[in-house]
Every structure is written in structure tokens, then in C-alpha cells.
């Protein structure tokens, strides 16, 4: 249609005074300066948040930015306090899709758009290149999910992570698969990821020094749907447990196409597999207790009550149950705003150095406190099985 600029129906009025153009200019700035002001004259603090919100693992990406959503939901509601004055916190969520190059993309459009402070991104493959492009701006990050150890080694003081590394996480694992599930012959099949390989490198170390055998290592991709040639490669040495590093986009059907190989050996693996959707997937293949992952994170059963209360929370606002990170992404936004309560202002330079220091915050995933390279310390695992297609906590363990 024509647009009503200059066809008669609407002429727009020529500003008449300095004074108004200063004020224009003012109000143009203030907005594009990543605090604005709403209609009723409230200080506007803008909060990034990326994740893959397309693409194979976009439940993830979704349960992610839910968690975001509903941490900024309830601070609003309760009134956030800065410098003296009430802000109304404002989310602004990008997509990923689990791709580096497109992480770098929506990194530099949030830093364009002078965000305050980024949660995400949820894979270490997306985490750790964007990262620096919020090191160079001085924007603080924290990653819920990205467990690869070299996102917080990269000497940036603006990285921080809200679980356990790959160190942590493959290590366990791996010493889980010998000791407690007698595992003596292991295959391990990764997705060539940072994550995923990153987990399996750390998994094969931790079953050759508690006295096991990787007798297999193979790869595939994170898109990839055919996997009958590297299961039936593995089939013939007979694995008592095959540990795949990646998502469960893929572990899922993996899962799936082991059973109809016959290939019934235990099936382990990270936080990426280890998600209420790994049944769906899987087309309810697995048998019960034949899936031992670990979450990057988790408390005990003294500390259930708060995560239970988020779940309910959850549940309630989006009519769906928790994938996996939700409560670590809620958690981050409120130590991230804590700091710049506690600075009294959202300037990153100003409120960066408090959350660095944060030591004994109450979350709901527990006690949060970072160490001096921006990792959560005394990070736990949660253990989890499978029986009758739902999640089963093992054991919690640090």
C-alpha cells in the first residue's frame, strides 16, 4: 500500500525548536544505549540470551530461553532496584541454531543492540567463538550449559560457566563405567563437536586409567541419521557399554538403531543426552537401566525442594515439563542482576567485578559461587538411568 508520508493524509510536523530536537536526540541515545526508557518513564536494563532455537536440539534451545524468560517474569513482578531506581528488565532472545557461524552473527547483533549481559550459549561449539566477541565489548557471559574446559581458559574475564566441565563430566563417567557398572570393553562414538568430542577424549582417559578397554573409537556428525556402519563395526567386539558424546538429537536415534542391530550393550553419555526427551528419540527403544548419563549439575535430595518449586513453576507458566537446563539459565539471570543490584548500576564495567566475586548465592540448583577463571566450583553430577522411559536419579556426586 502507499505509504501516508507526503500523500496528503499525513504530514509529518517539522521540529520548532532546539530544545524538542535535544530532547529527541536525548530519548534516541538513552535507547540505543541498551537501558531505554518505557512508556512511563522506567529505566529499561536489556538481558541477551542465544540458544538454538532451530534445528535438532531446539527443545533444548527453548527450554533454555523459558528458563530466561521466566527468571526476568518473576524479578519484574517482584521489582528490580538498581542505583536507587526501580528497572524493568527486558529479554532479548536469539537463535543459534547450534551453528558457530550464525552464534557470532546473533553475538554481534545483541552487542549492537547494547545488551547488559548474555546467558548462553548453550553448546561449547557456539559458546566459545562468540564468546570473544562479548570479551572485546566488556559484556559479561554465562554459559548454563557449555562444558568444553577451554571457554573459560581462554584468559577472558567475562566468561563464566554455571556447571561442571567435561573434565568433571567424562571423568566421572568414565570411572562410573569401570568401577560400579564393571564395564570392560567400551566402544566410544562422538559427534566431532567441541562438546561432544571434547566429553568422549575425557570419558576414554577416565576408563583406561580406572582399568578399562576403548576398543573402539568412532565419530559421526550432529546432523547425521545413519549409523548402521560404525554400530555394526562395534557389534563384532562385543562392547559392554557404548558411550556416545553428543546431543540427543542423535544419541536418540543411535539408541534406536542399536536395538534393531541386536546391540544391546549399556549406553552412557554426557548432559547431552541426558534430557526427558531421550525416550521420544529413541522411539522408546532403550530398556530400563540400559541408559547411565550424567547431567552437569544437580543437588541432593536435602536441596530438592527449590528445584522442585522451579519445575512446578515452570510447568505452570509454560504448560510443558523441564528438558534439562531451564534451571541453571534462571539461575544466571539472577546472579547476573544480583551483581548489578549489588554494584548499583547495569554498566558491565561496573557490576563485571561483583558477579565475578559471587560466593554463597541461593539458587535453585544449589549453592553458586565462581572461581577466579569464571567456573562454578564444587560443580556436581547428577547421575541419572532410565526406567520405563523416564529419568531415574542414581546418585549426586561432586
Sequence with gaps: MTT???????????????????????????????????????????????????????????????????????????????????VKLELLSEDDASEPK?????????????????IG????????????IYNDEGVPQISPSATNPKYTRQGFNTAFRMVADDVQLGGVLGQYAVKQLKGRVIAVIDDRTAYGQGVADEFAKAVVAAGGTVVAREFTTDKS?????????????????????????????????????????????GDGICTSELSKLSGEAMLDGQVVCAEAGGVGKDQRKELDDFAARYQKRFGTDV????????DAIQVMVAAMVKAGSSEPAKYLPLMAQTSGFKGVTGTISFDAKGDIKNGALTLYTYKGGKRDVIDVVH
Excluded at 550459549?121 to 570473544?132: F, Y
Excluded at 538429537?249 to 534406536?256: D, E, F, I, Q
Excluded at 528438558?323 to 534462571?330: G, S
Design 121 to 132: 550459549h548453550l553448546n561449547s561449539g557456539t559458546t566459545i567463538p562468540a564468546s570473544k
Design 323 to 330: 528438558k534439562l537446563y531451564a534451571p541453571y539459565v534462571f
Design 4 to 86: 501516508p508520508f507526503g500523500t496528503g493524509l499525513f504530514t509529518p510536523r517539522p521540529v520548532r525548536s532546539k530544545l524538542a530536537l535535544a530532547s529527541l536526540t536525548w530519548l534516541a541515545l538513552s535507547v540505543g544505549a541498551g537501558f531505554g526508557v518505557c512508556a512511563q518513564g522506567q529505566e529499561v536494563v536489556k538481558i541477551g540470551h542465544v540458544g538454538p532455537l532451530s534445528g535438532p536440539i531446539a527443545h533444548l534451545g527453548k527450554d533454555n530461553e523459558n528458563g530466561a524468560r521466566l527468571a526476568v517474569e518473576e524479578l519484574n513482578a517482584k521489582g528490580v532496584v538498581i542505583g536507587g531506581k526501580k
Design 225 to 269: 541419521t545413519d549409523f548402521s556402519p560404525i554400530l555394526t563395526s562395534i557389534k563384532a567386539k562385543k562392547p559392554d557399554i557404548v558411550f556416545f558424546g553428543g546431543m540427543d538429537a542423535v544419541g536418540g536415534p543411535m539408541l534406536k538403531q542399536m536395538k534393531s542391530l541386536g546391540l544391546s550393550s549399556k549406553f552412557m553419555g
Design 102 to 118: 550464525q552464534a557470532t552473527a546473533v553475538a554481534q547483533k545483541l552487542m549492537d543492540a547494547h545488551v547488559k549481559g548474555v
